[in-house]
């Protein structure tokens, strides 16, 4: 389960929600080029962090998972090319559950793979082209079955518990959705990719709002791609074409953005999913054609409260 926590002192006393305190995100580091040897990355699609704070990257183009510390630091990593234990064809938004074990969908290799957190084989189990999948609070896996259209919800093992949608434009229904997160409140958001939309559902799939069409303003997308939810509620979208990151109220109201199309720190080209530290501290984005990790920290706050002076005379 992916999280955010932003929190500071005066807010806080102020009562001003933490999730409107900063002004924004800006560049903060980087990882990664094109390559196959350890820390190198060809195409990666997911990045997922662990509850120790370890980076999780489904490296695509290299069939294999590689995990590092949060700044970057190579730290191991499994798999080849293949249909075997263990063996990928095309690793994509992998997450880590709350006990640690990384649980990595293959879109063409039809399977869910979930293994310890160093990379030990567990288990497996069929499920048809899943582009993305995100583990709750609980350890159920949420996954999203693009050309199917559907969210399916499994037990840790594999066992089907429930699953919603097909193709469609109405409240409830997908073109080609292509990642799924779980908010604290148990909450599942769904990047709807076709619809150039957000829906929202209750943990078993009742349709609850959406936001957002096709277009470049505030609040609107152009291919929506990997999304996050924060402790907070604050929900994190990545667009694939304008290659930016959104972030909104748990309703879909708009808070802010970065990033913009290009090479350099804090551009992106085809963005693919993104994952946010438990601290509130970094958020981390799959920049997939530039074949590198980039990671983001809040800003200061935008406008100090006018209680501020109040709760400083209280520490003088």
């Known amino acids: 389960m ?11 006393l102020a009562g001003m929600p933490a999730a409107f305190a900063s002004e924004g995100y800006v560049y903060e580091g980087k990882w990664g080029k094109l390559g196959g040897a350890d820390g190198e990355l060809a ?6 962090l662990a509850p120790n704070g370890n980076v999780y990257v489904g490296d695509t183009g290299n069939s294999r998972v590689q995990y590092f ?7 191991g990593k499994w798999g080849t090319r ?3 234990e263990g063996e990928f064809r095309s690793p994509a938004i992998l997450d880590v559950a ?18 310890t957190a160093t990379g030990g084989y567990l288990g497996q189990w069929h499920a048809h082209q899943v582009r993305g999948v995100d583990v709750s609070s609980a350890g159920n896996v949420y996954a999203v079955c693009e050309q199917e259209s559907l969210i399916q919800c499994f037990t840790a093992s594999g ?8 193709p469609g434009t109405t409240n409830g229904r997908f073109v080609q959705p292509t990642d799924v997160a779980v908010a604290p409140n148990g909450n599942v958001y769904v990047s709807d990719w076709g619809n150039c939309r957000i829906q929202y559902f209750t943990a078993e799939g009742s349709f609850l709002g959406k936001w957002g069409q096709l277009g470049t303003a505030n609040g609107e997308f152009r291919r929506a791609m990997g999304l996050d939810v924060a402790a907070d509620g604050t929900v994190f979208v990545v667009e694939e074409v304008n290659c930016r990151v959104q972030y909104f109220t748990p309703a879909g109201s708009f808070l802010g953005k970065f990033g913009s199309y290009g090479r350099g720190d804090g551009e992106f080209d085809w963005p693919f999913s993104l994952a946010v530290m438990p601290s509130g501290d970094r958020v981390y984005v799959c ?3 530039n074949h590198r990790i980039q990671y983001f920290r809040p800003t200061e706050p935008a406008v100090a409260p006018t209680s501020l002076g109040k709760i400083k005379a209280l520490f003088e």
């Open 287 to 289: 920049d997939y054609s």
């Open 159 to 166: 066992s089907l518990i429930c699953q919603w949608g097909g």
């Open 69 to 75: 510390t949060p700044t970057g630091s190579f730290l």
């Open 98 to 115: 709350p006990n640690g074990n990384v649980y990595v969908p293959e879109f063409l290799g039809l399977r869910i793979q979930y293994f």
């Open 43 to 48: 195409f990666p699609q997911g990045v997922a």
């Open 2 to 12: 992916r999280s955010i926590i932003i929190v500071t002192a005066a807010f806080a």
């Open 82 to 84: 293949g249909t075997g």
